[in-house]
């Protein structure tokens, strides 16, 4: 049974870093894409970082390119935030599936629970 858990969020001001973690377990699928989505009130759950560990494919949505990093060890998936915005102010969520990256969040079959992250001075 494949099982994520998120941790690190917080509240931070402008211009603060963050680091989120995702560890996983249950994890064999031979093809896997690794994802953090973020989730603000009244919109829809989007993808910030997607991550193929095999291939070493990543993506990063344009609101956050040059400013979030993926990194992982073993079962662990950091995420590093950096220069962080009030617009980056959501629940972030990690998520798992079997195959190729996909953006869209019904690609995804596991979740964690989300950590929040605020950003405001």
């Known amino acids: 049974q494949v099982h994520l858990m998120e941790s690190g969020g917080g509240s931070v001001q402008p211009g603060r870093p963050l680091r989120l973690s995702c560890v996983t377990s249950?994890?064999?699928?031979?093809?896997?894409?690794m994802g953090w989505f973020r989730q603000a009130p009244g919109t829809e759950r989007k993808a910030v970082a997607l991550i193929n560990p095999t291939s070493g494919y990543v993506w990063y949505a344009d609101s956050v390119k040059g400013r979030f990093t993926w990194s992982r060890d073993d079962a662990n998936n950091s995420l590093n935030m950096n220069d962080l915005k009030p617009e980056d102010t959501a629940m972030y969520y990690c998520?798992?599936?079997?195959?190729?990256?996909?953006?869209?969040?019904?690609?995804?079959?596991?979740w964690g629970q989300g950590t929040q992250v605020t950003v405001s001075s």
């Open positions: 249950g994890v064999t699928y031979s093809t896997l894409c």
């Open positions: 998520a798992a599936r079997s195959g190729n990256c996909a953006s869209a969040p019904t690609a995804f079959s596991n």
